[in-house]
């Protein structure tokens, strides 16, 4: 970090008709933006950091950010080996210095202390804004230039951290990603630290050729690595009273609009500077990045852009992290027919599905919240008419600024409104079938046998996951949404062989009485076999979650175990209510 700030397969019956013409907007996965989502620390500081350790990692499991960026240290390979459990992993920037000159020579040490966390690694970053040294070195680039090629060799000649991309250096100005030219040979993505002051993260820029601007800085990625990924690994906003602060309050605004506008962009990942404020002087632009107050001699609390960042990643996450990876989406996202009509100018939006083919659109408008004079500004609302012309059941609201529920939205003949403001909103639309994949979702309870997930090409979502029980009586639930009253055919998808067992699905409304739904089902084949049973037809009066049990019931004579392996379980509106069947209740 540097003060210099750059640039750098039924067919529904709908109980309402949907005649809006639309283009179709393909999608792109929800949880691959979440997963876009990273933040600096400085694990190895004497400050907040180590004073309230524990403190600082708790909060950061909290937030649901998964990837961490800091310098090399034994904190920091310390921390990354603590956090790996929960699923966060961190990119290591391998700069080393003797009195400031890059030392090559450390580069073996470095990659020593990575190895034996280097599955609690995302990645190794070249030195740090090399170029912003001071005083300046004569042949700083030479120096550079050398230095990232003995690491870029380094790590692909070992055989432990080959697989973990190396990201080019950072700079702090143009003039440096000229100088240095092309990099593509010695690093696997470009790197960025587009810091637009106290400006929008929408902003076309403030200098010549778009200075300031995301894309911009992503043209800087090119010089340095045409082709490959960019990654910025440094941005975001601080709040002090020092040089190019925004308020807290627009900082909160900002900083969901700046991952969604950034990842809109074609940025592979970005890391904010940073997660707790390094200090509390408030004169000193470099002590107050943090998502989080240091509170010097109390634990570190919120600022209201920690709430903005943990609520947008609560609403548009779609994974679970099984010890080892987080399992989500692998099939291809679909697409939705949409337009909108009343739009102001900067209307911007960005179309994410999750795995159970649920849409979130996100909308907000690229509106300036906070002046050159320091002071917040106002942004009225305006109405806009979200049109659907693809069938949907319903639509639900979500402003991450506010909190993390979800409002149900009128909708009329497929239309419905949206008020915008600088904040963001998460507009959820559920299509007409819901196929849910467990290997995605956590049990919200469960007998406590282990489960096992496979990737497997021919399963609903290229990956199954077993719920490997030993005795009848096992059981698990998932918990699933039904979005609006009706009538829905339950089809639960699984994969028969030899150790499979007998189940039986029941329903419950979240601490209800279990209902059972059709009739007990053998998964036992001398061969294996994926199997979609049409289990029941469902009638709900109310819309809302609903837990779904599958506890086993014995097993086949011939089989070896009693094994669940469940690929989907997929709800299909049919339309408004009918008879009852097999037991389906509201």
């Known amino acids: 970090m540097t003060k210099t700030l750059l640039f750098c397969a039924v067919a529904p019956v709908l109980a309402v008709a949907v005649p809006v013409a639309a283009a179709p907007v393909a999608a792109q996965r929800s949880d691959r933006f979440v997963d876009s989502i990273g933040v600096n620390t400085h ?139 092309d990099l593509s040979a010695i690093c696997d993505a470009g790197n960025i630290h587009p810091y637009q002051t106290w400006r929008h993260p929408e902003t076309t820029g403030w200098g010549t050729g778009g200075y300031g601007s995301i894309a ?26 020092a040089l190019d602060y925004v308020s807290e309050a627009a900082e909160a605004k900002y900083l969901p609009r700046m991952w969604a506008t950034f990842f809109q962009s074609g940025v592979f990942r970005t890391y904010k500077y940073e997660f707790v ?84 659109l996100l909308l907000w408008r690229g509106a300036v919240s906070y002046s050159s004079s320091h002071t917040d500004v106002t942004v009225s609302p305006v109405a806009v008419t979200v049109n659907v012309a ?49 290997e995605v979702l956590e049990y919200v309870a469960s007998s406590g046998d282990a489960t096992a997930t496979a990737e497997e090409a021919a399963m609903s979502n290229g990956q199954i996951r077993s719920f490997n029980a030993n005795a009848s009586g096992d059981s698990f639930t998932l918990r699933l949404q039904v979005p609006r009253s009706g009538s829905y055919q339950l089809y639960v998808g699984a994969k028969k062989w030899n150790n499979r067992g007998r189940y039986q699905v029941a329903s419950a409304a979240p601490g209800g009485s279990f209902t059972n739904h059709g009739s007990v089902q053998d998964l036992y084949a001398s061969s294996a076999s994926r199997v979609e049973t049409l289990i029941a037809t469902l009638n709900y009066t109310t819309a809302g979650p609903r837990d779904f049990r599958f506890t086993v019931s014995g097993k086949n004579a011939s ?24 037991g389906g209740s509201s």
């Open 390 to 438: 693809t069938p949907f059941l319903a639509a639900q609201l979500n402003r991450p600024n506010n909190n993390n529920t979800w409002g149900a939205i009128s909708t009329s003949s497929g239309s419905f409104s949206v008020n915008l403001d600088d904040r963001m909103a998460i507009v959820r639309i559920f299509p007409t079938t819901l196929n849910y994949q467990p």
């Open 216 to 241: 911009y800085n992503i043209g800087l990625a090119n010089v340095q690595a045409p082709g490959k990924p960019v990654w910025a690994t440094e941005g975001g906003y601080q709040t002090s009273a």
């Open 559 to 582: 089989s070896s175990g009693f094994a669940l392996p469940i690929d989907n379980v997929k709800l299909v509106y049919t339309g408004t209510t009918t008879a009852s069947v097999s």
């Open 43 to 181: 694990w190895s500081y004497p400050n907040v950091y180590s004073n309230f350790a524990a403190e600082v990692k708790a909060k950061l499991v909290e937030s649901g950010i998964r990837h961490v960026r800091d310098g090399i240290s034994s904190a920091t390979t310390t921390r990354a080996g603590e956090l790996e459990s929960a699923g966060i992993k961190h990119l290591i920037i391998a700069d080393s210095r003797l009195n400031g000159i890059l030392n090559p020579s450390k580069i073996p040490l470095i990659l020593d202390s990575i190895r034996p966390v280097a599955s609690a690694v995302s990645g190794i970053e070249g030195p740090n804004e090399y170029d912003n040294r001071y005083p300046p070195e004569t042949g700083w680039n030479t120096n550079l230039f050398n230095y990232q090629s003995q690491l870029f060799n380094a790590v692909q000649a070992d055989a432990t951290l080959q697989n973990l991309p190396v990201i080019g250096p950072s700079h702090v100005s143009q003039a440096a990603y000229n100088t240095m030219g």
């Open 277 to 360: 404020n390094q200090g509390t002087t408030t004169t000193d632009d470099q002590m107050h990045y943090g998502l989080l107050v240091n509170n010097v001699t109390q634990p570190p609390t919120e600022k209201p852009a920690f709430g903005a960042t943990k609520n947008l990643i609560s609403a548009l996450s779609d994974a679970r992290f099984d010890g080892t990876k987080w399992r989500s989406m692998l099939a291809a996202p679909g697409s939705l027919d949409y337009s909108i009509s009343g739009a102001p100018s900067d209307l911007k939006q960005l179309l994410l599905q999750k795995s159970d083919g649920t849409f979130y």
